[in-house]
């Protein structure tokens, strides 16, 4: 059985919010650069495919950076945020395109911490801290097919996936478990791994597509976003160490 990782979860990013159609409270469903090595290849055979995958997020901005979160203005904004998800992949015999057929699903436990300064009036701010933790929102798969090729060195996956808004979100609170809206990611991963030369080449093109919010009535703005990693793997841990650079 092999291993796979991905991040599935929702996080506070710390970034400006410039445009109105930016994502909304500066963070989408995707982190970027989480889903960029050989390891999140799928496997080239009928099988089940687990994975368990933790991240940790932590980012702070100043008075200069403003963001709309709980229905205010909020200054000096600090985030840290942890989540674990479990999840997924069954590689089936079934043949679409002369690719398996592969649905799966990631289960994020999620905890999250913010400190903002908070607009109280046109005159007045004041200090507010909160944390929660639980469900995350949910991401699976409906639609992944898995094509491998030149001895299994070459694998390219298309993934359909689907962020549900499982975890809880109340619009007056700075910190919550989810991001209150549906997000649908088609998404490419290609990656060469020689088993003979130890070289790696692995990119994802991704594009999130996300709904309104129905409780803020947002609408955040369609992503694009790639990850990279270039690598050369060593004759050390089975050839999982090796060295090299990945970016997004």
Request: a negative charge; glycine letters at 12%; charged letters at 10%.
């Amino acid at each position: 059985m092999r291993s796979m990782c991905h991040y599935v979860a929702a996080f506070i990013v710390l970034a400006s919010v410039s445009a109105a159609r930016a994502e909304e409270g500066g963070a989408g469903h995707y982190a970027p650069g989480s889903f960029a090595s050989f390891v999140d290849v799928l496997p080239a055979q009928p099988d089940l495919g687990l994975f368990n995958y933790f991240t940790y997020y932590n980012g702070s901005a100043g008075a200069n950076h403003q963001f709309p979160i709980a229905g205010e203005i909020d200054l000096n904004v600090d985030a840290s945020s942890y989540a674990d998800s479990l999840g997924a992949f069954w590689v089936t015999p079934l043949k679409i395109l002369g690719a398996n057929y592969a649905p799966g699903a990631a289960l994020p436990i999620v905890w999250t911490d913010v400190t903002a300064r908070v607009t109280l009036s046109a005159s007045h701010t004041a200090s507010r801290s909160e944390s929660v933790s639980g469900l995350g929102d949910v991401e699976f798969w409906t639609v992944a097919l898995s094509w491998s090729a030149l001895s299994n060195d070459l694998h390219v996956d298309f993934f359909g996936g689907i962020y549900a808004p499982s975890g809880e979100y109340h619009k007056d609170q700075l910190a919550n478990q989810g991001l209150g809206y549906w997000t649908f990611e088609p998404g490419v991963l290609v990656s060469y791994l020689g088993q003979k030369n130890g070289f790696e080449f692995t990119t994802y093109l991704g594009y999130d597509i996300n709904t309104e919010h129905t409780e803020t009535n947002y609408h955040s703005g369609q992503v694009f976003h790639i990850d990279t990693t270039v690598a050369e793997h060593l004759p050390l841990g089975k050839g999982f160490i090796g060295i090299g650079v990945n970016g997004f």
